[in-house]
C-alpha cells in the first residue's frame, strides 16, 4: 500500500521492496548497489520507506543511527528524517555485515572503516574482481610508498 501523504512520483509500493528467494538468498530486481531497480530517479525516503527497502524495523534503522557515524540521514525542520540513496546503501552494507557475516557492531564499524580506507582497493576486493595475489602486491606498493614519504619528509 503505497504512503498517501507522498506525491504519485515520490510513493514506494510494496511491490517495489526486493524479494529474497529462499533458495539463493538473492533479492529479485535489485541493483548492482543492492537498491530495487524500480526505486527510480528517486533520491530522499522517509524512515517507512527506508525499513521497506532494507526490510529491517524502524528501532533497528535509528539504533544503526546511533552506533555508525556514516549513518546520518538529513532531518526536515520538523525533525524526520530523510535517507538518501547513500544512506540505503550504507543501511544495506551495515545489514550484511552484522546479519549476514554475523560480525558484532564494533566489528561492523571497524570493517566500515577500513573499506572507507581502502577506497577502491576494498571495493575492488569485495567485487571480487580482483586477484588475492593482487590485491597484496598493491598493498606491499602502498606501505611502500608510506614508508619513502615518512623517510623524505625527516
Not at 132 to 151: I, N, Q, Y
Amino acid at each position: 500500500m503505497p504512503d498517501s501523504r507522498l506525491p504519485p512520483g515520490d510513493r514506494v509500493d510494496s511491490e517495489e521492496v526486493p524479494r529474497l528467494s529462499a533458495a539463493s538468498g538473492i533479492a529479485a530486481g535489485v541493483g548492482a548497489s543492492g537498491l530495487p531497480r524500480s526505486l527510480g530517479a528517486r533520491e530522499y525516503f522517509n524512515i517507512g520507506e527506508a525499513c521497506r527497502i532494507l526490510q529491517i524495523p524502524q528501532h533497528t534503522l535509528r539504533y544503526w543511527e546511533t552506533r555508525f557515524r556514516i549513518l546520518r540521514p538529513t532531518r526536515l525542520k520538523g525533525g524526520h528524517r530523510r535517507y538518501t540513496r547513500t544512506d540505503l546503501e550504507t543501511g544495506l552494507r551495515i545489514k550484511d555485515l552484522l546479519q549476514r557475516q554475523k560480525l558484532t557492531i564494533d566489528g561492523a564499524r571497524k570493517a566500515l572503516a577500513g573499506a572507507r580506507r581502502g577506497g577502491r582497493l576494498a571495493a575492488a576486493s569485495q567485487a571480487g574482481t580482483m586477484p588475492a595475489s593482487v590485491l597484496k602486491l598493491l598493498r606491499e606498493v602502498r606501505d611502500d610508498l608510506h614508508r619513502l614519504t615518512s623517510d623524505l619528509s625527516q
